[in-house]
């Protein structure tokens, strides 16, 4: 298994914390020194830069939550003259103002070596054809990868993300090696190959997944389907985009880039930290980002750090699989429920496809979760007592898991939305 970057990636730990804390104490000066938002709310809290003389020291600076950021929309928070920028990405947006994220030179350089490490963890090599199935738009998980993947040297395919039959066309034509997209798109990817017979021909071998939370219920179905080694990986606009971490391999845990990224798990209630090992928030500062560093952003994330050494020989923290985001999580009936639960009783289930959607609702002050799924034959709706059975067993596995109640749906094959970005299956209509 190749390593990018031994010198970093297997570096000891206490060479790992000493780069952190100089670079911790140059980030924390650079929002200080330039970015008024970060500077009031340290004058506010009684911290000056010069307080951070450990890396636990990193907790007497106040956390920054994305209402924060959104109100310095859009470009209150560059460290940096405009002159020194290079590029400008964007979140979505969609649950209100979008969040831009500045670049300057040296943070695109930054950012090709931390994907050009997470790919080759993930088993990309300069000999690979990559397609590259993101939006080339403001979204970074395109333009992120890219870059990366460039530096290794692999033959990009720069085709965006849609035009879903053409994509398997060139997927065959080109003989594509490396898919990247998200977990939503690459199954909807999948299931056009087989509609178009096209699987047998296609020379796949690796995904590079990522920009949204999946299951390794999912991941299997992927890697069955398709054949091939699928990895994750994870990052989000506020700080660079993807890159942040990504798997190795062995899959067990993101590996982060220690030496860019400072990884705190906090209790999204409390917001105290949690030892090694609690899940709770991940929390993440910036310790090379020039153009915008973030200080202790709270992602919202829910997710793990794992410090057990990974075979792969690595010696970077890992995050374990995101489980949800504390606001994705439903709360029905006082029951706080996670998408990702819901997802991994459903995919794999014999019978049923792993497209579904989740639509809560409220009846007489009472809150009701209806779980929709697709069948895979069309013709098991005139077969009553299957239908009735694989009905009764789907509840009686949701119930399990959940410990609730839900209204199951079953529905006709290829009826339900398929994706090209990000999956949006969750509707709360109360
Ligand atoms: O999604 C960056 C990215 C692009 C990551 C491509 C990986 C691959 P945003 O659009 O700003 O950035 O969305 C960030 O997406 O806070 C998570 O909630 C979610 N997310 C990203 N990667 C993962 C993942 C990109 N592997 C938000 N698992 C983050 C679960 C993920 N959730």
Redesign the pocket.
């Known amino acids: 298994m190749a390593i990018w970057n031994p010198d970093i990636e297997c570096a000891k730990r206490s060479a790992i914390e000493a780069m952190q804390l100089e670079r911790l104490k140059w980030s924390v000066s650079q929002a200080y020194d330039h970015v008024p938002m970060y500077h009031d709310k340290m004058v506010k809290a009684g911290v000056k830069p010069g307080d951070i003389q450990t890396l636990k020291d990193l907790s007497k600076i106040p956390l920054t939550c994305k209402t924060e950021l959104r109100e310095q929309y859009p470009f209150k928070l560059l460290a940096v003259p405009m002159h020194d920028v290079v590029r400008i990405h964007a979140?979505?947006g969609t649950t209100g103002q979008p969040?831009t994220?500045c670049y300057t030179r040296r943070d695109l350089d930054v950012w090709s070596e931390c994907i050009a490490r997470i790919a080759t963890a993930g088993g990309v090599t300069a000999d690979d054809i990559a397609q590259i199935s993101?939006g080339y738009t403001l979204?970074?998980?395109?333009f992120?990868?890219h870059g990366g993947l460039e530096k290794i040297g692999c033959a990009i395919i720069p085709i965006s993300s849609g035009n879903t039959e053409r994509q398997i066309h060139i997927m065959r034509d080109f003989g594509s090696t490396v898919l990247?997209a998200?977990p939503s798109y690459a199954l909807y990817l999948c299931e056009m190959a087989q509609k178009m017979d096209a699987l047998k021909d296609i020379k796949l071998r690796v995904g590079?997944?990522?920009?949204?939370?999946?299951t390794e219920e999912m991941r299997t179905e992927l890697e069955n389907r398709f054949h091939i080694l699928a990895t994750?990986?994870?990052?989000?606009?506020?700080v660079m985009?993807?890159?942040?971490?990504?798997e190795c391999e062995c899959k067990h845990g993101?590996h982060i880039n220690e030496d860019c990224f400072l990884a705190e798990i906090i209790d999204p209630d409390t917001e105290e930290v949690l030892p090694m090992g609690a899940e709770g928030e991940l929390v993440l500062t910036t310790l090379a980002k020039e153009a915008q560093p973030a200080i202790r952003y709270r992602?919202?994330?829910i997710t793990r750090l794992i410090e057990e050494r990974c075979p792969c020989g690595r010696t970077s923290l890992r995050m374990a699989?995101?489980k949800?985001?504390s606001d994705?999580m439903l709360i029905i009936r006082g029951v706080n429920v996670f998408p990702s639960q819901i997802e991994s009783v459903l995919i794999g289930q014999q019978g049923i496809g792993p497209h579904y959607e989740i639509v809560v609702t409220r009846k007489d002050y009472t809150d009701h979760l209806q779980v929709k799924v697709e069948l895979v034959d069309a013709a098991l709706l005139d077969k009553y007592s299957e239908l009735e059975a694989l009905h009764r067993k789907i509840k009686a596995d949701l119930r399990t898991v959940l410990q609730l109640d839900v209204e199951v749906t079953l529905v006709s094959p290829n009826t339900l939305k398929r994706f090209e970005g990000?999956a949006k299956r969750v509707s709360d209509l109360r």
């Open positions: 979140s979505s969040i994220g993101f979204f970074t998980g395109a992120g990868l990247i998200t590079l997944f990522g920009a949204e939370a999946s994750e990986n994870y990052g989000l606009t506020e985009g993807p890159g942040v971490s990504g993101m992602t919202r994330d699989k995101i949800g985001r994705d990000k």
